[in-house]
């Protein structure tokens, strides 16, 4: 089945600096790649994803990166602010399910 | 506002009880799952179903059992809960495109 590894576990930024979030997957069939945000105590939320058939996705701060030769895929923040603080989870769909990677918790300081 | 729900969000419950954890959504959608949360071990599925008759093992179902009792409603169930089951849980919903929906989570303690 799909194995989805995720780094760094944590990662620190000062405000206004990127912050850059890798996953590997293991399932080349994969072609559904979702990034979720989950602030404190509550339920994690999509920020963004992309397909397969594209290398790149932007929607403002964030990008979200896919190369399937390597079949790696990475979250990208840019200019980041205090609330961006949060677990972010990676996933990658299996069949007709998505398997997560084990998160990270991005710290962004004032 | 559709959304999804679950019941309790809190419950502390002892080892060798069983417990009962539902969901229920107004979004629409043929596909619920459930997962649990550890902290460093991410999102883990549970079980999934994308209609009433059909039932799904994920990762780690063992001691675990769900009911898709409805379109809108998919249960989980601890038959006799022991303390590495406690976590927090999560029901979430998709439609075709598998974007999910997630519930509140349920925090859940087995003492």
């Known amino acids: 089945g799909e194995n989805v590894e995720q780094h760094p576990s944590t990662l620190s930024v000062q405000e206004g600096d990127s912050a850059v979030i890798k996953c590997t997957y293991s399932d080349s069939a994969s072609n559904y790649f979702p990034w979720y945000k989950q602030e404190l105590g509550k339920r994690p939320q999509l920020i963004i994803d992309?397909?397969?058939?594209?290398g790149e996705k932007k929607d403002q701060r964030i990008a979200v990166t896919l190369n399937k030769t390597a079949k790696h895929f990475s979250l990208h923040i840019t200019e980041t602010q205090p609330e961006d603080s949060a677990v972010y989870f990676c996933a990658a769909k299996e069949t007709d399910k998505l398997i997560f990677g084990t998160g990270t918790r991005l710290q962004v300081f004032p | 506002d559709a959304d999804v729900t679950q019941t309790p969000r809190n419950r502390i419950t002892k080892t060798g009880k069983r417990i009962m954890l539902e969901c229920s959504q107004t979004k629409g959608h043929d596909r619920m799952y459930w997962y649990r949360q550890d902290p460093g071990l991410g999102l883990r599925l549970i079980y999934y179903?994308?209609?009433?008759?059909?039932?799904n093992k994920g990762e780690i179902s063992d001691g675990y059992s769900v009911s898709r009792q409805a379109q809108a409603k998919f249960s989980l169930s601890l038959e006799s809960a022991i303390p590495n089951q406690t976590a927090l849980y999560f029901c979430a919903t998709s439609g075709t495109g598998l974007v999910a929906f997630f519930g509140q989570g349920t925090r859940l303690t087995v003492v």
């Open positions: 992309i397909r397969s058939n594209v």
């Open positions: 179903s994308f209609d009433v008759k059909d039932i």
